[in-house]
């Protein structure tokens, strides 16, 4: 079962930030947040993973709170190509992992 | 970056006939591979979990029988919907799960649609 917890949907303006909730309060010392997003038709897109530290990319930010029971993902300035479901995923990197989806945000930027 | 590509990209089939979908690692070996299967505006559903040169594991309720996957090597995993039905139309994405420097990370590729008529 998937174990984060994800608004449904959300909206957010062209050129604005959209941030990303998303909560894990079960998850373990060694179980990193990664975020994938799938844009319609597509396969799913990595965008950033982290452990406890906040993460930056060139397509995002990761902020982790200090106890790790939530995170929020940070497309620093929308855009309609960024319109995508959104899919927060705690796994482990070892050997023996496998995702789990859940039902992941909706994204609707909007112009 | 690891690339895993999925060929065909979209197959129609008529009801009763078996459709194969092949998925690919470019660029690095993968020794697990998942597939997963997605109908419209549902998550993905992970299906079955296999390993380089040993059966695969299935999920709870995904018949063996019906969707054969063979892995015969590192770098290719196949996906056969046997006896397709209308019902397993569907979106089929498969995984590659290989080593990133002290780590496992996992790629996936971007889809088969399959539609059976």
């Known amino acids: 079962d998937a174990k984060t917890t994800q608004p449904t949907s959300m909206d957010c303006a062209e050129g604005r930030a959209a941030n990303l909730p998303c909560n894990h309060s079960?998850?373990?010392?060694?179980?990193?947040v990664y975020w994938y997003r799938q844009i319609h038709s597509q396969g799913p897109q990595y965008i950033i993973h982290?452990?406890?530290n906040n993460e930056t990319n060139e397509m995002a930010s990761l902020i982790i709170t200090e106890d790790r029971k939530s995170s929020t993902l940070i497309l620093p300035h929308a855009t309609l190509r960024d319109t995508a479901v959104y899919y927060c995923?705690?796994?482990?990197?070892?050997?023996?992992?496998?995702?789990?989806f859940g039902a992941g945000t909706r994204l609707f930027v909007k112009a | 970056g690891a690339v895993v590509s999925q060929h065909p990209s979209w197959v129609i089939c008529k009801s009763g006939t078996s459709v194969k979908i092949e998925c690919r690692s470019l660029?690095?070996?993968?020794?697990?591979m998942f597939w997963y299967r997605q109908f419209p505006k549902q998550s993905l559903m992970l299906m079955a979990t296999?390993?380089?040169?040993?059966?695969?594991?299935?999920e709870q309720g995904v018949e063996k029988d019906k969707f054969l996957i063979n892995h015969a090597s590192l770098t290719l995993s196949t996906l056969t919907v046997t006896s397709a039905h209308p019902e397993d139309s569907s979106f089929y994405i498969c995984?590659?799960?290989?080593?990133?420097?002290?780590?496992?990370?996992?790629?996936f590729g971007p889809g088969t649609r399959l539609t059976v008529t």
């Open positions: 995984s590659a799960r290989g080593i990133q420097g002290a780590s496992y990370e996992q790629y």
């Open positions: 079960t998850i373990s010392g060694n179980e990193y």
């Open positions: 982290g452990l406890k």
């Open positions: 995923i705690v796994r482990a990197r070892e050997g023996g992992f496998k995702t789990i």
């Open positions: 660029d690095f070996q993968a020794t697990t």
């Open positions: 296999s390993n380089e040169g040993s059966k695969a594991t299935y």
